[in-house]
C-alpha cells in the first residue's frame, strides 16, 4: 500500500521527488565497464513545450485563470444567483455579457497559444541525426534522449545542452554564435577534450566507454561542473574536468566547421535555454492597484443600496395599510407568507435587490483595458521617433501590461557603460613602468612624460619595457580570430587584417591596439598562441586560461615563452593587481590610474609573474584536483588562482575610452524638470564614474558632492550618514556618492539612514556596484514608506536583476547581448529615447487608461443608479425599468465602442508641448487621476446625472406618465393576481 500512496502522490506532484546533487550520463547510453554502478535517474525527454494550454485543459485552464478576477467572478455569481432566486430580471442579462467576454479572452488566449503550439512543432519536429545500436540513424529533435550521441552540421541549432565530444577540426574546435541565448553575434570558440577529439567517425564513438559526471540544470549560461571518466580496456579510469567551453548550448547555432559530434546532458525542460524562458513574476501597474479599489467601492456602494431597498421594503410592507385593503391581494399574501420576516424572506429579496443593482460594476473594462493596452504596444513599436536607423531597430515593447505605468515614473535607476556610453572601447593611453603614453592615430605610442633617464641607454631600456607591455596585451586575453571555413578560409594570412571576435569590447579594443602597435595577435589553439612581432611570428604555449571571476575581478594566462621560460600574465582592476605585485612602479601606475578616470577613462592594470618548473607543476596539481571536482568546484579553483596570481611584477596600465551617446546630457536634464530623480548604478571605479555623472550633467557644478567611500566600519558610516542627513535637511542641492564595499555595510546596518540621505539628494552614484546590489538599492527605494515607482535601465546581464526588481524595466539593445533587452518590459537602442517614451508615450497611456476606467464606473452609477430610484415608486418590489435586450448590452455596445476609441488614439496634449514642458509630467504623477477625490467626483457626477435622467422626464411629463405611488401596481399584485385567476 505504501508503494501505491507514493506512485500516487509522485505522480499528481503532491510529494516532492528527491532529486540527487549530481547526474551521471553514460555516453552513448551504454555501460562503460560491466557491473557498473551508478544511481539512475529518470530524465525528461527533448521535447520542447512552451505552450500553455492542451486541448484537454485549455477550457477549465482558462476558465480558473479568467475567474481568478475579481469582476468575472462576481458577475458569475450573479448569474448563478439568477437561476437560483425568483430573478426579477431574466439570467439571460449577465449570462449573455459575461459569456462574451469570457469568449473574447478566451478566443484570444487560445490563439496566442495555437501559435505557440505551432513554434513547438516545428522545434521539435525538426531532423536530427543520432547514434544509436552502432550506427548513425535519422530521428526528431523530441525523440533524443540524455546520453545520445547527436551529429550536428554547419548553421545547425544545437537541439539540447552537449558536451562536445569531437568537430571537424581535429584539435576539436568548433565555433558558435549564442545570439539566440544572451544576443551576442560574435563567435565563440568551443573544444573537446583531448581524449574524444580524435573520435571523427561513428565506430570509433561507438567503441568509445565513458560517463559524465555533473551537476543538475540551473539557469546560469556562463557556468557548468562537470567531469568525464574515460576506462580503458583494463577497466583503468582516467578523469578529465569538463567546464563551460567543452558545452554547446541548445540555442545556439554551430559556424565555421561542417559537423560536431557531442553527447546530450540537459534535454527539454531541462536545458538552459528552457530554464531562462520560464516567466518573470507578474508587475502590476499603480493603475491597476487604484481600480481594484475602484471595484471595492463600487461593491460597497452596490450592498449600500441592496440593503436600503430590502430594509425599505419590509418597513414600507408593515406600514402601509393601503395593501391590507385589496382584497385580490393581501389574502393571498398573508396565505403564502411572504411578507413574514424570516431568513429566508429577507434573504430572497437581498439578492434579488442584488441582481437588480449589480450592473453597476463594469463587467466590460477589462476586455477594453486589454485591447487599449494591446494596441498602445504596438504603437509603441512602430513609433519612428525611437526607431535607431545606425542599428535598423526598432524599439520593442515585451509587455503592455505596464504602459500607463510609464507616465507615472519618479525613481530612475540606469546603468552606465552602455548605457549612458556608447560601449565602444578605443583605446586612448597608457602607462609602463611610471612613464605615460598616448595613442596618435592608432599607429603609435608618444610619451607624454619625459623619464629622467632619457639616454641612449634608457630609450632602449623603455622600448623593451613597452614591447613587454605590448605582449601581455596580445597574449593575456580570450579573443578568438575569425576564421571563415564556409570559403574555404582555414588558415590566416599574417599580412590581411583580422577579424577579432571577443566577449568584452575592453578586450577587442585592447588587442587591436597590440596589433597597429607591432604585437599583432594571429589566434591560436587549445596548445599555442602566436603573435606577429613586427615581421617575425613567435608561437607560445599557452598552458592554462584563469578565466576572469568577479569576485577576483581579473583574468591569467599561463604560456611557456619560445626560449623555454613559464610566465603568468594577469589583467585586472588596479584594486586586485597593484596589492599583489612586489616590483614595478606601483606608485607612478596608481596615480596614472587615478589620472585616466578623472578623463573618464576605463583602466586595467598587466603584471607577470615568472613560475619555475617545481611551482608550475605543484601549481598544475593542485588545479587538476580542483578541476576535477563537482562540490564547490569555483571555491576552489579561486584558491588555485589566487596563490598562483601572487608576487607579482607590474607593467603598467591602459586606458580606454567609451563615449557618451548623443542626446544623454539633455535626456537627464529633462527627466530631472519632469520630476525623475536619477541615480547611477556601476561596477566601475569611483574616479571614472564621476567624471562620467559630471560629463552627462548628472552632476552639476552648484551641487555639493558627499562621499560615502571606502569605508569598513559600520559605526564610522552611520556616523557619517547622521552628519551627511543634517546636511540635506537644510536644504541646497546635494550629490551623493556610495561604493560598493560601504553600501553592502549601510545596507546590512543602517539602511534607513542611508535612504533618508539618498532621497534628500539631487543626484546619486553607487559605483564599484555587483548585480545584486543593484536590485537591492532598487529594492530599498521601491519599499520605502511613500512607494515611489520605479524603473530601471540597463544592457547587459548584470542588469537583469535591477531590471526585474524596478517597477518598470526598460532593456537597451547595445552591444553587451541580449539578457537585458529579454528580461526587460520595454526595450530601445538609444537612451536619449527616453525622452519620448516617458515624457510623451507616458503621459498618453496614462491618460488614456485612467479616463477609461473613470468614464466606466461613472457610466454604470449613472445608469443603475435610475434602477435604484425607481424602487421608490414601485413600492421596493424589485421591478425594473429597463429592458433585459437594454441590461445585457449596454455595458458591451451601447457605450463601450466610444470610449475604447478614445482610449486608443487620445493625444490630450501634442508631442511637441509635452516635450517642450516636462513639468507637465508633474502634473499626472502619483496616480494623480485616481486620487480619491477624483473618484469621489466621478461617483457624485454619476448620481447627480442619474438624477437628471430620471426625474427631468418625469417633471416634463407630468400627469402623463403612470410613476406616481398611487398609480403604480407593483410586481407582486401581477403575480397574486394570476395565482388567483
Known amino acids: 500500500m505504501a508503494s501505491v500512496y507514493r506512485w500516487i502522490t509522485d505522480t499528481l506532484g503532491i510529494t516532492e521527488k528527491d532529486v540527487p546533487e549530481n547526474r551521471t550520463v553514460l555516453i552513448g547510453n551504454r555501460s562503460p565497464v560491466e557491473d557498473f554502478v551508478y544511481i539512475p535517474q529518470k530524465f525528461p525527454d527533448n521535447t520542447v513545450i512552451s505552450s500553455k494550454y492542451t486541448l484537454i485543459n485549455f477550457l477549465p485552464k482558462n476558465l480558473f485563470e479568467q475567474f481568478r478576477r475579481i469582476a468575472n467572478f462576481y458577475f458569475l455569481i450573479v448569474a448563478l444567483l439568477q437561476f437560483v432566486i425568483d430573478s426579477p430580471v431574466s439570467p439571460i442579462t449577465s449570462v449573455l455579457p459575461l459569456v462574451f467576454v469570457i469568449s473574447v479572452t478566451g478566443i484570444k488566449q487560445g490563439y496566442e497559444d495555437w501559435l505557440r503550439h505551432q513554434a513547438?512543432?516545428?522545434?521539435?519536429?525538426?531532423?536530427?541525426?543520432?547514434?544509436?545500436?552502432?550506427?548513425?540513424?535519422?530521428?526528431?529533435?523530441?525523440?533524443?534522449?540524455?546520453?545520445?550521441?547527436?551529429?550536428?552540421?554547419?548553421?545547425?541549432?544545437?537541439?539540447?545542452?552537449?558536451?562536445?565530444?569531437?568537430?571537424?577540426?581535429?584539435?576539436g574546435e568548433c565555433y558558435v554564435t549564442t545570439a539566440n541565448l544572451d544576443g551576442e553575434t560574435n563567435l565563440k570558440m568551443h573544444r573537446s577534450l583531448p581524449v574524444t577529439a580524435l573520435l571523427q567517425n561513428v565506430e570509433s564513438l561507438n567503441s568509445f566507454k565513458g560517463v559524465i559526471e555533473c551537476e543538475q540544470p540551473h539557469t546560469d549560461l556562463y557556468k557548468f561542473i562537470g567531469r568525464m571518466k574515460t576506462f580503458a580496456p583494463n577497466r583503468q579510469e582516467t578523469v578529465y574536468p569538463l567546464s563551460p567551453e567543452n558545452v554547446l548550448l541548445r540555442g545556439a547555432r554551430l559556424k565555421n566547421v561542417k559537423y560536431v559530434f557531442g553527447v546530450a546532458v540537459n534535454t527539454g525542460?531541462?536545458?538552459?535555454?528552457a530554464l531562462n524562458s520560464k516567466s518573470k513574476g507578474q508587475k502590476f501597474s499603480c493603475l491597476e492597484r487604484s481600480m481594484n479599489k475602484y471595484l471595492g467601492v463600487m461593491l460597497i456602494l452596490l450592498v449600500v443600496e441592496t440593503l436600503t431597498c430590502t430594509i425599505a421594503k419590509y418597513t414600507y410592507d408593515a406600514t402601509n395599510h393601503v395593501l391590507k385593503e385589496h382584497w385580490y391581494f393581501y389574502p393571498s399574501a398573508l396565505l403564502s407568507g411572504d411578507y413574514d420576516i424570516d431568513v429566508q424572506n429577507v434573504l430572497g429579496t437581498f439578492l434579488s435587490f442584488l441582481v437588480l443593482f449589480n450592473y453597476i460594476i463594469p463587467i466590460s473594462l477589462y476586455v477594453t483595458l486589454e485591447l487599449q493596452k494591446f494596441t498602445g504596444s504596438m504603437f509603441f513599436a512602430w513609433d519612428i521617433d525611437i526607431y535607431d536607423e545606425a542599428t535598423n531597430q526598432r524599439a520593442k515593447a515585451n509587455t503592455s501590461d505596464l504602459n500607463e505605468e510609464l507616465g507615472q515614473v519618479e525613481y530612475m535607476f540606469t546603468d552606465k557603460t552602455?548605457?549612458?556610453?556608447?560601449?565602444?572601447?578605443?583605446?586612448?593611453?597608457?602607462?609602463?613602468?611610471?612613464?605615460?603614453?598616448?595613442?596618435?592615430?592608432?599607429?603609435?605610442?608618444?610619451?607624454?612624460?619625459?623619464?629622467?633617464?632619457?639616454?641612449?641607454?634608457?630609450?632602449?631600456?623603455?622600448?623593451?619595457?613597452?614591447?613587454?607591455?605590448?605582449?601581455?596585451?596580445?597574449?593575456c586575453h580570450t579573443v578568438h580570430v575569425h576564421k571563415d571555413s564556409e570559403n574555404g578560409m582555414d588558415?590566416?594570412?599574417?599580412?590581411?587584417?583580422?577579424?577579432?571576435?571577443?566577449?568584452?569590447?575592453?578586450?577587442?579594443?585592447?588587442?587591436?591596439?597590440?596589433?597597429?602597435?607591432?604585437?599583432?595577435?594571429?589566434?591560436?589553439?587549445?596548445?599555442?598562441?602566436?603573435?606577429?612581432?613586427?615581421?617575425?611570428?613567435?608561437?607560445?604555449?599557452?598552458?592554462?586560461?584563469?578565466?576572469?571571476?568577479?569576485?577576483?575581478?581579473?583574468?591569467?594566462?599561463?604560456?611557456?615563452?619560445?626560449?623555454?621560460?613559464?610566465?603568468?600574465?594577469?589583467?585586472?582592476?588596479?584594486?586586485?593587481?597593484?596589492?599583489?605585485?612586489?616590483?614595478?612602479?606601483?606608485?607612478?601606475?596608481?596615480?596614472?590610474?587615478?589620472?585616466?578616470?578623472?578623463?573618464?577613462?576605463?583602466?586595467?592594470?598587466?603584471?607577470?609573474?615568472?613560475?619555475?618548473?617545481?611551482?608550475?607543476?605543484?601549481?598544475?596539481?593542485?588545479?587538476?584536483?580542483?578541476?576535477?571536482?563537482?562540490?564547490?568546484?569555483?571555491?576552489?579553483?579561486n584558491a588555485v588562482f589566487e596563490i598562483a596570481e601572487q608576487q607579482l611584477h607590474l607593467v603598467g596600465a591602459t586606458a580606454v575610452e567609451d563615449e557618451l551617446q548623443d542626446g544623454v546630457a539633455d535626456t537627464i536634464a529633462k527627466l530631472r524638470e519632469a520630476g525623475i530623480k536619477v541615480w547611477v548604478l556601476t561596477g566601475d571605479k569611483q574616479e571614472t564614474a564621476v567624471n562620467i555623472s559630471h560629463s552627462c550633467d548628472h552632476f552639476k557644478a552648484n551641487m555639493s558632492e558627499l562621499y560615502l567611500v571606502k569605508q569598513k566600519d559600520p559605526n564610522e558610516i552611520?556616523?557619517?550618514?547622521?552628519?551627511?542627513?543634517?546636511?540635506?535637511?537644510?536644504?541646497?542641492?546635494?550629490?551623493?556618492?556610495?561604493?560598493?564595499?560601504?553600501?553592502?555595510?549601510?545596507?546590512?546596518?543602517?539602511?534607513?539612514?542611508?535612504?533618508?540621505?539618498?532621497?534628500?539628494?539631487?543626484?546619486?552614484?553607487?559605483?564599484?556596484?555587483?548585480?545584486?546590489?543593484?536590485?537591492?538599492?532598487?529594492?530599498?527605494?521601491?519599499?520605502?514608506?511613500?512607494?515611489?515607482?520605479?524603473?530601471?535601465?540597463?544592457?547587459?546581464?548584470?542588469?537583469?536583476?535591477?531590471?526585474?526588481?524596478?517597477?518598470?524595466?526598460?532593456?537597451?539593445?547595445?552591444?553587451?547581448?541580449?539578457?537585458?533587452?529579454?528580461?526587460?518590459?520595454?526595450?530601445?537602442?538609444?537612451?536619449?529615447?527616453?525622452?519620448?517614451?516617458?515624457?510623451?508615450?507616458?503621459?498618453?497611456?496614462?491618460?488614456?487608461?485612467?479616463?477609461?476606467?473613470?468614464?466606466?464606473?461613472?457610466?454604470?452609477?449613472?445608469?443603475?443608479?435610475?434602477?435604484?430610484?425607481?424602487?421608490?415608486?414601485?413600492?421596493?418590489?424589485?421591478?425594473?425599468?429597463?429592458?433585459?435586450?437594454?441590461?445585457?448590452?449596454?455595458?458591451?455596445?451601447?457605450?463601450?465602442l466610444p470610449i475604447t476609441i478614445y482610449g486608443i488614439f487620445e493625444q490630450h496634449l501634442p508631442k511637441k508641448m509635452l516635450l517642450e514642458n516636462p513639468l507637465l509630467y508633474k502634473e499626472i504623477s502619483k496616480n494623480a487621476k485616481l486620487r480619491l477625490w477624483e473618484c469621489f467626483y466621478w461617483c457624485i457626477l454619476g448620481f447627480y446625472h442619474a438624477f437628471l435622467f430620471y426625474y427631468v422626464p418625469i417633471w416634463l411629463l407630468g400627469d402623463d406618465i403612470g410613476l406616481k405611488s398611487e398609480q403604480v401596481v407593483s410586481y407582486y399584485t401581477y403575480f397574486y393576481i394570476l395565482q388567483e385567476l
Request: glycine share 6%; aromatic share 10%.
Open 718 to 896: 552611520s556616523r557619517m550618514l547622521t552628519d551627511y542627513s543634517k546636511m540635506v535637511d537644510g536644504g541646497g542641492n546635494y550629490a551623493f556618492v556610495v561604493d560598493g564595499p560601504s553600501l553592502a555595510l549601510a545596507l546590512n546596518f543602517h539602511s534607513d539612514k542611508l535612504l533618508q540621505v539618498c532621497i534628500k539628494c539631487v543626484a546619486v552614484l553607487c559605483c564599484r556596484m555587483s548585480p545584486l546590489q543593484k536590485a537591492q538599492t532598487v529594492k530599498l527605494v521601491k519599499d520605502s514608506p511613500t512607494k515611489p515607482t520605479t524603473m530601471a535601465i540597463g544592457d547587459g546581464a548584470n542588469d537583469v536583476s535591477m531590471i526585474q526588481e524596478a517597477h518598470v524595466g526598460l532593456g537597451i539593445m547595445g552591444k553587451e547581448g541580449r539578457q537585458a533587452v529579454r528580461c526587460s518590459d520595454y526595450a530601445f537602442a538609444r537612451f536619449r529615447f527616453l525622452q519620448k517614451i516617458l515624457l510623451v508615450h507616458g503621459p498618453w497611456y496614462y491618460i488614456r487608461v485612467a479616463m477609461t476606467v473613470q468614464y466606466f464606473f461613472y457610466k454604470n452609477i449613472a445608469f443603475i443608479t435610475a434602477q435604484f430610484f425607481y424602487a421608490f415608486y414601485t413600492q421596493f418590489s424589485q421591478q425594473t425599468v429597463f429592458e433585459s435586450f437594454y441590461l445585457t448590452f449596454y455595458n458591451i455596445t451601447c457605450t463601450a
Open 418 to 475: 552602455g548605457t549612458l556610453t556608447e560601449n565602444n572601447m578605443q583605446f586612448r593611453q597608457c602607462s609602463v613602468d611610471g612613464i605615460k603614453y598616448e595613442d596618435v592615430n592608432g599607429v603609435s605610442l608618444k610619451m607624454t612624460t619625459e623619464p629622467e633617464d632619457f639616454t641612449n641607454s634608457g630609450k632602449e631600456h623603455r622600448r623593451e619595457l613597452l614591447h613587454e607591455f605590448l605582449l601581455c596585451m596580445g597574449l
Open 120 to 171: 513547438d512543432f516545428e522545434v521539435n519536429n525538426r531532423p536530427m541525426r543520432v547514434i544509436r545500436d552502432g550506427e548513425i540513424v535519422d530521428t526528431r529533435s523530441s525523440d533524443i534522449r540524455v546520453g545520445d550521441i547527436v551529429r550536428c552540421k554547419l548553421n545547425d541549432e544545437f537541439p539540447c545542452d552537449m558536451i562536445v565530444l569531437s568537430s571537424e577540426n581535429p584539435e
Open 491 to 637: 588558415s590566416i594570412d599574417s599580412k590581411a587584417p583580422l577579424d577579432y571576435q571577443a566577449s568584452s569590447p575592453d578586450e577587442k579594443a585592447l588587442v587591436e591596439a597590440a596589433a597597429s602597435y607591432g604585437v599583432k595577435f594571429l589566434g591560436g589553439t587549445s596548445e599555442y598562441i602566436e603573435v606577429q612581432v613586427d615581421s617575425d611570428v613567435e608561437r607560445y604555449e599557452l598552458l592554462h586560461v584563469l578565466e576572469f571571476d568577479p569576485t577576483r575581478k581579473c583574468m591569467s594566462v599561463i604560456v611557456k615563452t619560445p626560449t623555454g621560460e613559464i610566465r603568468l600574465l594577469c589583467k585586472g582592476a588596479e584594486s586586485t593587481i597593484l596589492h599583489k605585485s612586489i616590483s614595478g612602479n606601483v606608485d607612478s601606475t596608481l596615480q596614472h590610474v587615478n589620472d585616466y578616470a578623472v578623463l573618464g577613462l576605463r583602466t586595467l592594470c598587466f603584471a607577470y609573474r615568472i613560475l619555475s618548473p617545481e611551482v608550475y607543476e605543484e601549481f598544475h596539481e593542485q588545479l587538476a584536483e580542483a578541476s576535477s571536482s563537482l562540490e564547490n568546484r569555483e571555491e576552489k579553483l
Open 269 to 273: 525542460e531541462q536545458t538552459k535555454m
